[in-house]
């Protein structure tokens, strides 16, 4: 079996390797993280969030011309044609959910997203398994990552995490004790 796979995929390592970077050890990813936590206590502290929200616009804006860029001269030299992925961006967003918006997390969803989408049509030519099995367990992995956050909310069940229990002290001073 022959996979193509195009020097965009070197591309993507090391956007990844910039991005994690980026977020993790510049003094820019701070704002980015800052701002995207609470808009009102980074304006609070000095950060202009609306030039951070302008960095974000841009870098994204670069980050999909570069995607864009490489699946139009990538191993399928077609060129710009309406055959290009339409569904590229709602295929973005669960991996960004699946990848927990994390620059590692979102590589290995993506490659797992792509495998499925390749071996998918190499099953449906193979062995006539309708494509839309391929949605079916990407619907499913969608489902199972984001339903015990929503199980949680419903439900009101505390988020796993270290507990906190109160112990009383001989002099009648309460102190919070994590487990």
Do not use: C
Request: glycine letters at 12%; zero cysteines; a positive charge.
């Amino acid at each position: 079996m022959h996979f193509p796979v195009s020097v965009g995929f070197l591309v993507v390592i090391a956007a990844t390797i910039f991005v994690a970077w980026l977020l993790n050890r510049s003094s820019l990813g701070f704002r980015f993280r800052a701002v995207g936590e609470n808009p009102h206590a980074a304006r609070t502290a000095g950060i202009n969030v609306k030039n951070v929200y302008v960095y974000a616009m841009l870098i994204s804006g670069a980050l999909i011309g570069i995607a864009g860029a490489t699946q139009v001269l990538g191993t399928l030299t077609t060129g710009f044609s309406s055959g290009i992925d339409a569904g590229i961006g709602f295929d973005a967003i669960t991996v960004a959910l699946l990848g927990r918006s994390r620059p590692w997390g979102v590589f290995g969803a993506g490659l797992l997203f792509g495998a499925l989408k390749a071996g998918g049509y190499a099953m449906q030519a193979a062995n006539g398994v309708p494509i839309d099995i391929v949605l079916v367990v990407q619907s499913l992995i969608v489902l199972f990552v984001a339903a015990p956050p929503l199980v949680r909310t419903i439900f009101r069940i505390p988020a796993p995490g270290p507990r906190q229990k109160r112990v009383r002290r001989t002099n009648s001073k309460t102190a919070v004790v994590t487990k």
